[in-house]
């Protein structure tokens, strides 16, 4: 079986409160991945609630975003046609959850590679793909460059840099 985790794309982290223009141009890459996969879906969302601001990534990065059911913690809409499950909620930048799930799909259907996509690359993106290889350290887990967008272009390519060197695939081209 093959997965794709698609990371954070909400509306907060695209044209929200921390969008960027590089998150914005990976939008029809990210669908159009999205439309052509051959295998299962998972979703990412950040999710906060209202005391984001009193909490230790709030104190650290202090733009409340991704509030519980609020328009900017919603997956853009763009994508909301490819979100057949619940998303997974994180409350932090890597998502333990994820990982079991995956290491109990992997027990039913042995998982070939998973794929992740997403934002930011060198926050959330890193954080879960080092998580998963922890998880299943005999699985191709790939990142592909073209449909991530980091907090910027150079923290991006340094958030590639060091998945590579921790034996995670980087597709540089889609």
Known sequence: MKVLVI??????????????KEAQEILPQVAEKARGF?????????????DYLHTQEGRKL???????????WQIHETLQPFCSGQPVDKVTFGSVELGKQMAAWNQEDPITSIELVGLCTDICVISNALLLKAFLPETEIVVDAACCAGVTPE???????A???CQIAVKRES
């Open 155 to 161: 923290s991006h390519e340094r958030a590639l840099a």
């Open 7 to 20: 990371v954070d794309m909400q509306n907060d982290f695209i044209d929200g409160s921390l969008g960027t």
């Open 163 to 165: 998945m590579e060197a």
């Open 38 to 50: 051959d295998g299962r879906i998972v979703f990412t969302r950040d999710t906060h609630e209202e």
């Open 62 to 72: 202090p733009v409340k975003h991704c509030i519980h059911n609020t328009d900017g």
